[in-house]
Structures are given as structure tokens and as C-alpha cells.
């Protein structure tokens, strides 16, 4: 730790790990911190993802299960949706972080856990390094060419180097990690309406083995409610689950939060980057960040490689992060967030009728809305399946969706 490193992250998570994994690559000195004990504990996360993305990432096919049933559920409506091959998965998540801690240590970075960073060192401008609480309490600093803040929502190093204020507005979950034999394995549920969810959303996903994660979320400071109070609830009131419920019992107990803002505006200054959800790179439609994490992280840890190879860690430089990643996730992020916080004070009846028009599209066609890669192509067909849309409300705003597609049509 007294030397001196070219990459140093901040964080453990799938961001921080991704990250340290493609730095390390590139043969430059990288060193992962992370506070907790142990890598991907403790869960504040649910693991819904997709196989699509877990194949290009290459993570090994035991460690993600795959879902051939997804249910939207409203007040009064339900739509079931079947997919064979399974789109959707749900992610062994400690089993998932510790392949890429695994991965980004084969590469050749170090990684710390127990490692608490503290203080940012800023030195004419520029981030320098960090100064850390050891695991055995002692203090000590880390100085490095280029640091990555992957810390997650508390956006350690950014809040404290004038890169944005700490998060205001989030998505507050709390989940079950049950054992529920009766619960089937192949269905996936996403429950809508004031009864179960207010101003958010509530999910049951099954993870193999028998075990199922409940989980509600809502948005503050849309509203002030307690996620915790409806788990209990969902598993005994709503008919559809309450039978697949009988008797299960949680094994572990999560809670988290997530960014719902948007991207930040920069994710790059002198000596730092900002990655996963510490730069908002997480997808607001749905509060899904774990692949988008892997993906930012796997940018920044290059270019901050580049970085140091090239020799040059100024702004100026590694702004070619923040290119890419907006070339790559810019529009379709900006989109999710113009929906998210359309839908986000829905009321049960707008809930109703979002249902029944979604009952009118494809399987296909709502895996890509809800994996939020949109296209002309997916607004088009949205419209052609709901004519009624163009009288309504509803056209404007998928006016305005493709208007932000047509000034950025390209993604690579
Ligand atoms: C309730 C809930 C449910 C979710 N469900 C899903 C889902 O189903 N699918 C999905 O894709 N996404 C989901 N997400 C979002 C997803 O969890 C995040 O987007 C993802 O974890 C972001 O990864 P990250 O590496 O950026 O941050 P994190 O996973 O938060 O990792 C940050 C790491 O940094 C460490 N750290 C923080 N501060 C310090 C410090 N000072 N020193 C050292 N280490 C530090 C933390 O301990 C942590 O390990 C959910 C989020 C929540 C809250």
C-alpha cells in the first residue's frame, strides 16, 4: 500500500471490479479498495438482468438463472409474457462479484477488502490518491496517477472533489431473500399501484434452488413511504402470489438505494472518473444498474489505463470516458429518465390502462422497452399496435421520444 499506484478504485462492486479487470489488462499497477469483509456482501441488490448481456460479459452460465415467464401486475390487470429461449434472468449476485474479483486479481490487479477509503487527496486541482482505514484500523494514504470513485450511491471521492452533490432523489428497496419450495421457478412478477407499491414498483424473482427475492421499491423524496412495510403484505394479500408464498420464509433480509437522477453531467476531472452508480450510469426506468456498472466500469478502467500509458491524466483526457459512455448509453438513458419520471406518479387507473396497452405488444417488443434500448423501430410499432395512442396524450410523449432519437440515431 506505501507504493505509489497508476489506478486506484474506490469500491468492490461490479463497477469498481469491472473497472480493476480492464486497467489491470492493460499491465498498468491497479489497486481495488473495498470496505466491506467480503465481496458482495452485504446484498443491496436484486440481480434481475438479462442473458444477452451476461453472455457478452462472459460470466459463466451457473452463476445467472434464466426466466421464461414475466407477469406485469396492476390493480386490476395482468399481463403474462413467455419468452424461449429466456431474455430476462436473475443473477447469483455474490456469486457474480466474486467471479469478477476473481477475474480482475487473474488480470493482475490487487484488491483490499476491509480497506475503508476516508479523505480524498486534492492537489492543485487534481485528484492524487486517497487516504485509507486499514483492516487493522491504521491510516494511511494512497497515491495513484488516475483514481475511479466506483463507490455506489454514496459517490465517496465525487462528492468530495466538486463532482455533483450526493444523490437527492433515489429509489429506497427492501427484499426478502426467501426460501419458498412452492414458489415456481420459471416465473418472474413486476407489481404496479398504490396497494403494494406507491410511487414505484414491487418484484418477486426467483434465483434457482428454490429461493425467491421479494422486494418492493419506491421513490423518495417523491413520497416518504416505508418499502419495508409492504413485503409482508405482497406475500399474504396479492392473489396471485399468495399461493406460490405458502410456506416460505426469508433466509436474508436486504435493503439498498439507487440513484434516480439521471446521469451526472461529467464523470471525468484531473486524476478521476467516476463509474456505475457513483456517475448515475445506472437505468432509472427500472432501477436496473448491475450490467451497466460492468459496462462503465470496463470504460473507465481502459481509458484510465490509457491514461497513465500515454501519460497524460488531465481532464482534457480522460474525458474520452465520458464520450464513450454517452455514445454508447447517453440517449437511451435520457429516455428511461423522461419516463421514469413520467411514470413515476402514475395512479392505479393510469397503471390500468399502461397494462392494457402493453397487453397489446409483443413479448419482444416489451423486453426491449424494458431493457430500455430504444429505437424508431420500437416507438413505430408501440403505435401500431395502439392507434388510439395518436389521439391521445400518450403520442406527444412518444413524440418527444423519437425526436431525442433522431438527433442521437447512432449507438455503438
Ligand atoms: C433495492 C435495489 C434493487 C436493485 N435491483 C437491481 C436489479 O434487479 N438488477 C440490476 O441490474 N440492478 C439492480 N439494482 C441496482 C444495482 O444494485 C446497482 O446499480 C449496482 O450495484 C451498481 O454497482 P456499483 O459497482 O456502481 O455500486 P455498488 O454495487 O454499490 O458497489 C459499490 C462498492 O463500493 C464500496 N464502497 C463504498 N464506499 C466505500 C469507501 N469509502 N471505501 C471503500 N469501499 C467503498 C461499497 O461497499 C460497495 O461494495 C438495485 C438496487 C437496489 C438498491
Redesign the pocket.
Known sequence: MSKDWNVLI???????LAAGEAAAKQGVRTLI????HEIGYPI??????WTRDMQALNIPEQLYHPINKVFFVSPHREVPLHYNPAVACV?DVRGLYQHLAARAIAAGAILHVN????QTLLENGRVCGVTVKNHLSERITARAEVTID?????R?VGVRSEMGKAFHRY?Y???YDLYAPNYPQDELYLIVGDHFAPRGYA?A?PRGNGRVRL?V?VLHPDCDEDARVYLDRIMRDLPQLSAKFRDASPIEY?????PSEGALERFSRDGLLL????GG??STLV???????IYS?QMAGSVAAEAVKAGDTSAAFLERFDKKWRARFGRDMEISYMINKRIASYSDEQWDSTLDLMKRLTPAQMAQALRGDFSAGLVMGILARNPGLIASGGKKFLDLILERISEAPARN
Do not use: C, K, M, N
Open positions: 474506490v469500491g468492490g462492486g461490479p463497477a469498481g479498495l473495498e470496505r466491506q443491496h441488490t436484486s440481480g434481475g438482468s443473477i480497506h475503508s477509503v476516508e466506483a463507490s455506489g450511491f454514496s465517496h429509489g428497496g427492501a427484499e418484484w424473482f422486494g421499491g436486504h435493503t439498498g438505494l439507487f463509474a456505475g452508480d457513483a450510469h445506472g432501477g436496473e444498474g448491475i450490467r451497466f456498472a466500469g
